[in-house]
Each structure stands twice: as structure tokens, then as C-alpha cells.
């Protein structure tokens, strides 16, 4: 169920997520223990971006259980020798479990779009699942085991509906082209620059220059676009046909660089720029006195693209191959806010599925069978660490309930059967959709 989040003050804003990561960032939290679990599914979301929800859960219900041992006069290191023990043998269970399809193209496709399926089984972008499977995927798959996901660039863009929303190869700049600009350049050599066109302009606050005649200011006037000037000539001896500057390039070095048929783009935002300098393999440029210390990016085609009602800057054939962008289309900004957190926790459990193709199953499966061999070391370990233990697998085991909770099934049955399951050995049964009690192939 999504969750509508409304910040006050004079910034107020309105936020629908259901991303745990985005919810715990937003609420204000004053006990230790809250913040370094709202810590814990930040660095989750960083580095595995889904599963927010249930570290959160699992660390909580490991809290709640060491409480009540502490209670029973058990004491910590007691209780953290056990659970380090029982950690020990879970991860041996999860590795023991793990299948890795990842010398077989066929099944290890599956196996992602399985994966991405179940991210985005509980996000916004359920209801058009298969279609944001097969976006990410491929998008996943063009970076060829990278890993870097900087070279995905996604763009939000309303009107529309999100199954209107595609993948398209290349590199899609939210900017527009200058006015006498020429639309469409091929085989493009393309300067990235973060500079000032004005930089000799007296810029101390509060400055006046006294004049005695209107021809002074005229010459005052002459002589920045002087300044300007020279400063376009040095850009243009680069040998360049395209020139994307971070900071505004002002009218008159617009229409300079519009007379010497190079195409000129002001003010693209600072993630656009060092995005757009990854995937044509270029370099920010500040200063432009030594031509040859710039490297240049390139490409095979810039041209002017229509999404919706906007215009759009598009690069194709960039340096860097497997750059692609996704953009995605929704009715209202709130909805493509959330599509867009949706996505990128897909994009980087699928990264991290390429780095590491093992896979372990779902549905509550993994968590179960962690417990029962937590439950087991427990059953041959003498001392109150043995008691430990056992909250550590009764912590594992409350992942499935709230799963069965959520679902509006009876919890207790379903868990106890699933118990009952793994007892007998059935180490792949776990909570499906179709039934109760699944044993996935």
C-alpha cells in the first residue's frame, strides 16, 4: 500500500511511495537505536537498492527479541556470542541453497526477469510488471557486466501513461537547442565545458560605473562582447561542431557560435553534464587556452527529438556503448517520482544479480530455511547461547508471517506449515502467489 508523505514548513511537498528506504528518510526520528535503523535501509537502498523493508524489519525483530532475553537476565555478550554463531550457520545455509545459472544465457535471463518481476511485485509498477521487467533487463544487460549504472539515464516526462513509457539507445538531454542553432549534426565532436560566458563582467554587489555620456557605456559594451568574442574564438579552435556548457552561454556568444555552424547548449543541469561527458568520453572543460589537454566526446548524431509536448536534445551512437536511456511517462509528477524509485531499485538488484548470478528463492523460502538451520545449531549447542539461537530463527521466521499478514492469510498456518516443510526437507518450499505453499523448479 502506498503511503502519502506531507513535509511541513514553507517548503511543503507532497510524496505517495511505498519504498521503505524514501519513507524512513522522511519521518523524523530522536531514539538511537530509530536512526541507526533508518541508516541500515539507507546503505541497503545504496548498495542493493531493494530489500529496505526487510532489513528494517529483521534488524527490529532482533531488537524486540534481544530486549526480552535481556529480561530473562541473559547477558549481551551471551546473547551476541549466540547470534554470531547463528549467523554463521545461516549464511552457510543461504550459500549451500544458492543456484547459479550464470554460464546459461537462457536461464540466467530468466532468472532476472524473475527477480526483477518480485522487486517490482510491490511497487507502483506492478500492474504494468512485465513491461518494466523487460525495460530494465535490458537495459541491465546492455552494460555488459559493468555494473554502472550511470551510463542508464532516466528521464520523467508527464502526459501519457506509464505503459507508454520505452527504452531508447543513446543519451536523451532535457535541454534545447539555441535559437539559429543548427537541429541536426552528425559524426559530432562535442566540447563540455563548465564556464562562465561573462566572467569579465564586474560582479561585485552593489558596483556602479558613473559615466558621462551614453558613448562610454557603448564602448563598455563593446568591449565585454570584445572579451566574449575572444573567448568563443578559443572554444571554436578546438575543431568542435557542438558546444554544452553547464552555466548560461548568453545571446551574442549564441549567435557567434551560431555564424561558425556549431551547435551550442546552455545551462544542461550538473548530473546531465557529467552523465552525458561518461557516455561520449569526454572531459569537463573550465578553461580552453591549451586545445590540446581537452578531450572531446563524440558522437554519431545530435538531433532535436519531440517526447510528449517537450523537446529534447538526443545522442546517438555515443563513445560509450551501452548507454541507454529510460523515459518514463505518467499523469502526474507524483506517479513518476515513485515509477522512478521503482525502477532504480530494479536497476540495482539487477546490477547486483550480473556482478553475482547466484540466486536463492523468494516468498519467505530463504528466510525459513536460514531458521531451520539456525534451529538445528541450536538444538546441539549446550548453554544459554542455545537460547540466543533460537530468537535469532524466531527473528527469521517473522519475515514469512508479515508476508502472510500483509497477503490477508492466516499467518500462523501457513508458517507452520512452511516449518513443517523445511523440517522434512523441502528446502525449496516457500509463500507463492497461486498457492499457499509453493515448491519452485
Known amino acids: 500500500m502506498d503511503k502519502i508523505l506531507l513535509s511541513s514548513g514553507r517548503d511543503a511537498s507532497l510524496m505517495v511511495t511505498n519504498d521503505g528506504a524514501t519513507i524512513l528518510k522522511n519521518i523524523g526520528v530522536d531514539n538511537p537505536a530509530a536512526k541507526v535503523l533508518v541508516d541500515m535501509s539507507r546503505v541497503q537502498d545504496d548498495e542493493v537498492g531493494d530489500g529496505t523493508t526487510s532489513v528494517t524489519v529483521l534488524a527490529a525483530e532482533l531488537l524486540r527479541e534481544a530486549e526480552s532475553l535481556i529480561a530473562k537476565k541473559i547477558h549481551p555478550q551471551t546473547i551476541i556470542a549466540g547470534w554470531r554463531e547463528a549467523t554463521k550457520a545461516a549464511r552457510e545455509a543461504l550459500l549451500n541453497s544458492a543456484v547459479d545459472h550464470g554460464s546459461d544465457e537462457v536461464k540466467f535471463r530468466e532468472d532476472l526477469m524473475n527477480i526483477a518481476g518480485t522487486t517490482l511485485s510491490s511497487k507502483l509498477l ?13 537495459a541491465v544487460l546492455r ?45 559530432a565532436k562535442i566540447l563540455i565545458a563548465n564556464t562562465g560566458m561573462d566572467t569579465d563582467k564586474i560582479k561585485i554587489f552593489g558596483s ?7 558613448a562610454k557605456v557603448a564602448e563598455i559594451e563593446h568591449a565585454e562582447k570584445e572579451k566574449m568574442k575572444e573567448k568563443v574564438e578559443r572554444i571554436l579552435k578546438h575543431g568542435i561542431n557542438c558546444f554544452i556548457n553547464r552555466q548560461l552561454i548568453y545571446n551574442y556568444p549564441e549567435q557567434l557560435f551560431g555564424a561558425a555552424g556549431v551547435m551550442a547548449i546552455e545551462h544542461a543541469d550538473f548530473a546531465g553534464v557529467e552523465r552525458l561527458a561518461l557516455v561520449t568520453g569526454g572531459e569537463i572543460a573550465s578553461t580552453f587556452d591549451h586545445p590540446e589537454l581537452v578531450k572531446l566526446g563524440s558522437c554519431k548524431l545530435i538531433e532535436e527529438v519531440m517526447i510528449g509536448e517537450d523537446k529534447l536534445i538526443h545522442f546517438s551512437g555515443v563513445a560509450l556503448g551501452e548507454a541507454c536511456t529510460i523515459v518514463l511517462r505518467g499523469a502526474t509528477q507524483q506517479i513518476l517520482d515513485e515509477a522512478e524509485r521503482s525502477l532504480h531499485d530494479a536497476l540495482c538488484v539487477l546490477a547486483q544479480t550480473v556482478k553475482d548470478s547466484r540466486t536463492v528463492y523468494g516468498g519467505g523460502c530463504s528466510e525459513m530455511l536460514m531458521a531451520h538451520a539456525v534451529t538445528q545449531l541450536a538444538s546441539r549447542t549446550p548453554g544459554k547461547e542455545a537460547v540466543a ?5 524466531k527473528a527469521l521466521r517473522m519475515l514469512p508471517t508479515i508476508i502472510a499478514d500483509n497477503a490477508g492469510y492466516d499467518s500462523a498456518d501457513l508458517v507452520a506449515q512452511l516449518r513443517a516443510a523445511h523440517s522434512e526437507g523441502n528446502i525449496t518450499a516457500g509463500l507463492g502467489n497461486v498457492s499457499l505453499i509453493t515448491t519452485p523448479v
Open 143 to 187: 552494460l555488459k557486466g559493468s555494473g554502472n549504472l550511470e551510463a542508464i539515464h532516466v528521464i520523467k516526462k508527464l502526459g501519457g501513461s506509464l505503459a507508454d513509457s520505452y527504452l531508447d539507445e543513446g543519451f536523451l538531454l532535457d535541454k534545447k537547442i539555441g535559437v539559429n542553432q543548427p537541429k541536426r549534426i552528425e559524426n
Open 208 to 214: 556602479r560605473v558613473r559615466v558621462d555620456s551614453t
Open 389 to 393: 539461537m533460537e530468537s535469532y530463527a
Open 126 to 138: 506492478t500492474h504494468h510488471k512485465d513491461h518494466f521487467t523487460k525495460l530494465a533487463v535490458e
